[in-house]
């Protein structure tokens, strides 16, 4: 017999209208875990903040509320709510879902998104009238706010923030606090800060940020452990030779694209996913880049695509990492180790969503293996050893691509780009125990790039450094 709480025994009850919407768009019947548990606050108008575990549906547990409110309000001309995300695409796929839920007889539920990188005039013309909900990037969202007089946002009755703890890693404190003063602040506020992090310093950042705010925030958690990932998740590792670890990488996806599976694979710079995406279209795997540097309307049309496919592969930097629910994903392959526990979480946490099974792998250097022991003090779902037998790598893929790469100026170029950002990336990671960039062979490395030899590198480490590491300074000449 299922435990599950039905959207329609939650009290105050949910709008008839969105409970329609969730079954019909959604095919949703009953709340998740963190839905159960914080709607009934919400939907009364209480402030809260939220830790929930990535994919637990924390989207709709704060659009439900938002949404309900509004319709128990009368019309006014003004934007009743305000959301704020770290990044464009967790906006667009907010924008998304809010889409699904006031389908069809909530059409007078109006919103729009303001991300950097669109037009303007667009955003200008859209808030003139007052959009019922505004979903935005902290920067856009304070420029049309100091600048467009045409936007009435005096009535505002609720301020939510998702990835709370993201944003203000991003660097948005200094705008938050310039936003906050800014926006209304009465006993019948409502805020709700979203999260996928227990880190009591940043929790405690962002309960300061809005104690302006005459209301006080009552704490939900369905997270009880750093390290938790879903159960659904079967998750492992694999050791690999540096220059044999973009072989390694094709044969996966050419494996995986026959069995018409969804990938998303993580690399630690935009240089990189710039390289290997150029690189591997080249060769007959198709894959679609995601990075930060790549223009916004390009982004978005990215996201969509790999949204709406199914027999797709996804190279994305961190900036996919968190937030995001692409749905389907039957893969996550971290070609680049992350530096800490949530970042592992987060990145296999886009796979394994709503309760699906997923898979999750992440390739380690042989000397990156002391990662696992860290990984596995802290994760409650244990990862396993996946082994490559001795051979089974083909090494013609090897010897192909540096022949492919040393013949085309292009794809030269894209390679040495990209090994320098990887190493930059590994001597800036925190990690030392894990991550020392002199322990690399970067002969080796280089290799994986396509490159016969390895280009010089700045790391711009102090001379200190460089003396006290000379006897395995190799790639600061050049030398293989």
């Known amino acids: 017999m299922s435990t599950k709480t039905a959207f329609t025994d939650i009290t105050p009850p949910i709008h008839h209208f969105i409970l329609q919407s969730l079954r019909d768009n959604f095919q949703y019947d009953h709340a998740t875990a963190v839905q159960a548990l914080v709607l009934p606050s919400l939907l009364a108008g209480v402030s809260a903040m939220v830790q929930a575990e990535t994919g637990g549906g924390k989207t709709l547990a704060f659009l439900i509320p938002i949404v309900c409110r509004h319709l128990a309000q009368p019309p006014q001309s003004s934007t009743f709510a305000l959301i704020l995300t770290p990044t464009r695409e967790l906006a667009i796929q907010i924008r998304g879902v809010l889409e699904g839920l006031t389908s069809k007889k909530l059409s007078k539920v109006t919103f729009t998104t303001l991300i950097g990188g669109t037009k303007r005039k667009a955003e200008v013309e859209s808030l003139s009238r007052n959009p019922v909900v505004v979903v935005g990037t902290p920067g856009r969202v304070l420029d049309h706010m100091t600048s467009t007089k045409e936007w009435n946002y005096s009535k505002l009755a609720v301020f939510c923030i998702d990835e709370a703890d993201r944003v203000l890693e991003n660097g948005f404190e200094e705008q938050l606090n310039d936003m906050i003063s800014r926006v209304p602040k009465t006993a019948d506020s409502q805020v709700m800060l979203f999260s996928a992090t227990n880190d009591a310093t940043k929790l405690d950042d962002l309960n300061k940020i809005t104690s302006s705010f005459p209301v006080k925030l009552q704490k939900f958690s369905t997270m009880h452990h750093a390290g938790d990932v879903v159960s659904t998740l079967q998750h492992g590792f694999v050791t690999v030779q540096p220059d044999e670890k973009f072989a390694l990488l094709y044969m996966l996806l050419k494996q995986y694209l026959a069995r018409e599976l969804k990938v998303i694979v993580f690399l630690a710079s935009c240089n990189e996913v710039r390289h290997f995406s150029d690189l591997l279209n080249y060769i007959d795997v198709p894959v679609v880049p995601l990075h930060g540097q790549m223009r916004q309307a390009t982004r978005t049309t990215t996201f969509h695509q790999f949204c709406n496919s199914r027999n797709v592969i996804l190279l994305t930097t961190d900036v996919a990492a968190r937030g995001l629910d692409f749905p389907f994903v039957d893969w996550i392959i971290q070609y680049d180790p992350p530096d800490s526990v949530p970042k592992y979480v987060h990145r ?28 596995a003090r802290n994760l409650t779902n244990p990862l396993k050893e996946f082994k490559v037998g001795e051979g089974k790598i083909n090494k013609s893929i090897i010897e192909e691509v540096l022949k492919l790469v040393g013949n085309n100026r292009y794809l030269k170029q894209g390679a040495v780009d990209a090994f320098r950002s990887y190493l930059q990336s590994y001597a800036a990671q925190s990690l030392k125990a894990v991550f ?35 006897s395995k300074r190799k790639w600061s000449s050049g030398q293989e």
Do not use: C, W
């Open 348 to 375: 296999v946490g886009r796979t394994a969503r709503a309760e699906r099974d997923g898979n999750a792998l992440v390739m380690l250097l042989p000397q990156e293996t002391p990662m696992i022991q860290m990984l």
């Open 436 to 470: 020392d960039v002199y322990s690399l062979d970067v002969a080796k490395v280089a290799r994986a790039f396509g490159l016969s030899q390895a280009p010089i590198v700045d790391l711009g480490l102090s001379h200190s450094a460089l003396r006290r590491d000379r």
